[in-house]
């Protein structure tokens, strides 16, 4: 009798990603559709989906989405769970759009402490658009507008979303992960499985960051993304939760 170890997630559909060798839009896909599978709530799941590469996130997620002009999923996200509070909402959206364009609709929704969750790729670069430097591209990063790499005396320093967001009354839960190793995409589950739990359990405003790699905008390998990931970004974005309403009630 054969027996069944691993299967594509329910919440999936058959259709192969655009996304290109290395990336980890794909991975961050599976990664929830799983959870929802899970927590069975596939029939229930509106999400919003982000301009950037995963604008086409509606041909694999086979459950109820809604595309947001480029930074708005929050505002886009808020009317959705405020006019149908029994739907579970999520936005799924890069930095680019959340931590530049969307600045205002990220920072807000996270003071109202709106009751949805937030899966925020990080790459440190506009990915769809060619490469243009984003908030996160770290210091000295080549990019297309920062060819001698990002200046930060007239660029500015990354902008470090988990750490500010940290710092407001609103948010129930925040977390930065990754996606370089079996191990950090296993914690990158489990905490989109808690930002998930959190809005079920009504507790309010979530936010997953995952540094994530472009191996194309980047320049690199597959492999050589993964251990820039590794090397460059998480020395400057450390992993961790950064606020759990839960454990500060304890
Ligand atoms: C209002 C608006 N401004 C600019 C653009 C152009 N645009 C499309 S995708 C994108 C950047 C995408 O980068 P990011 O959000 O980091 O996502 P990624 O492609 O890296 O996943 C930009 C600037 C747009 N579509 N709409
Ligand atoms: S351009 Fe970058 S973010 Fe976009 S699909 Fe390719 S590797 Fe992924």
Same mark, same amino acid.
């Given at each position: ?17 655009? #996304? ?17 599978? @899970?927590?069975?709530? *596939?029939?229930?799941?509106? $999400? ?5 590469? $995963? ?11 809604? *595309?947001?002009?480029?930074?708005? $999923?929050?505002?886009? $996200?808020?009317? !959705?769970?405020?006019?149908? &509070? ?11 759009? /959340? ?57 500015? #320093? ?9 710092? /407001? ?30 809005? /079920? ?9 995952? /540094? ?25 974005? &450390? !992993? ?9 009630? @304890?």
């Amino acid at each position: 009798m054969s027996k069944v170890i691993y299967q594509k997630p329910k919440s999936l559909t058959d259709v192969t990603f655009h #996304y290109c060798p290395g990336c980890s839009h794909g991975i961050v896909h599976k990664l929830i559709c799983e959870v929802i599978d @899970e927590l069975g709530i *596939q029939g229930n799941t509106i $999400a919003v989906e982000p301009v950037g590469c $995963a604008v086409t996130a509606h041909d694999y997620f086979d459950f109820d989405i809604v *595309q947001a002009a480029h930074g708005r $999923a929050p505002a886009v $996200a808020t009317g !959705l769970k405020r006019s149908l &509070p029994d739907r579970f909402v999520f936005t799924y959206q890069g930095d680019g759009d /959340l931590a530049s364009i969307g600045t205002a609709e990220t920072v807000h929704s996270a003071t109202r402490g709106e009751n949805i969750s937030i899966i925020f790729i990080n790459n440190t670069i506009y990915g769809m658009t060619g490469g243009q430097m984003a908030p996160t591209s770290l210091p000295g990063q080549v990019t297309q507008t920062s060819p001698y790499g990002r200046d930060t005396h007239t660029q500015g #320093y990354p902008v470090r979303i988990c750490e500010m967001l940290s710092t /407001l009354d609103g948010p129930s839960y925040i977390a930065r992960v990754s996606t370089d190793s079996v191990q950090h995409i296993k914690d990158a589950k489990k905490a989109i499985k808690k930002s998930f739990e959190y809005q /079920l359990a009504g507790k309010g405003f979530s936010i997953v960051e995952i /540094l994530s790699t472009c191996p194309t905008n980047w320049g690199m390998s597959p492999v050589e993304a993964m251990e820039r990931l590794r090397t460059e970004m998480i020395p400057y974005y &450390p !992993l961790g939760v950064f606020k759990d309403i839960e454990e500060e009630n @304890e």
